[in-house]
């Protein structure tokens, strides 16, 4: 038998093999450099919400300061926050599925609420709520990619691309480019923009999508001679 030789894989790039791509456009929020190896999410809604108030509402309190926040990602389509009494309400989703009940508000005042992944201001008003007075709450999807953010709302905190080129920004755009969306890669060269840890979390949340990111250690061949 030939000695066993130990060979590095290293092909000089972040992707090493069965890589499937996707076209699309990548979000920048102001001028930038975004590396190889750069792993991105999928902005799958919109952040900012414009409230509507129902037709009919008696009240004449109101519902601002809407936005997609907290971990969940919404759906999306139109959610209603419904009233049920005059300070108490219900938030039901797109598809009419009530996501919580007995959600009261403050008499006389504003209250902040969060819920199935939205955040908005209800305020009482001079007159009150009645029973199915409601707002509309809107929400629509993007689609772009973006960075991953481990603290991002609306898709952006969930890892499920990697950047394959070097792209650059002067300024606030969307840059068509290609994303690795599945496939094995070097989890050295994989970079959070942020200057985080690649942790070990982060990997098993790309796997799950179909990116395997392997350690310098998993890239050996062994090389019978």
Not at 90 to 107: E, F, H, R, T, Y
Not at 125 to 153: C, M, Q
Request: net charge negative.
């Amino acid at each position: 038998m030939g000695n066993m030789d130990i060979q590095n894989y290293d092909l000089g790039s972040v992707v090493i093999k069965n890589p499937e791509f996707e076209t699309g456009l990548l979000k920048f929020p102001g001028a930038d450099t975004y590396v190889e190896g750069t792993i991105l999410a999928r902005k799958e809604v919109v952040d900012a919400i414009t409230p509507a108030a129902g037709g009919s509402n008696v009240g004449n309190g109101t519902c601002t300061l809407a936005t997609v926040a907290g971990s969940e990602v919404p759906k999306v389509g139109t959610y209603q926050f419904i009233m049920t009494a005059a300070l108490v309400g219900k938030l039901v989703d797109p598809d009419g599925i009530i996501i919580a009940s007995n959600i009261a508000i403050a008499d006389g005042a504003a209250i902040v609420l969060n819920y199935g992944g939205l955040q908005f201001t209800i305020t009482d008003g001079s007159t009150a709520f009645e029973a199915d007075d409601l707002f509309d709450l809107p929400v629509v999807a993007d689609g772009d990619w973006v960075i991953y953010d481990a603290d991002g709302v609306g898709g952006a905190q969930v890892p499920k691309g990697v950047l394959i080129v070097e792209e650059v920004a002067t300024e606030a755009a969307d840059v068509a480019t290609r994303v690795l969306i599945k496939g094995t890669v070097r989890a050295d060269q994989l970079v959070i923009d942020a200057g985080d840890t690649v942790t070990d979390a982060i990997k098993d949340k790309l796997r799950d999508f179909g990116i395997i990111a392997l350690d310098t250690t998993d890239l050996s061949l062994q090389d019978n001679q």
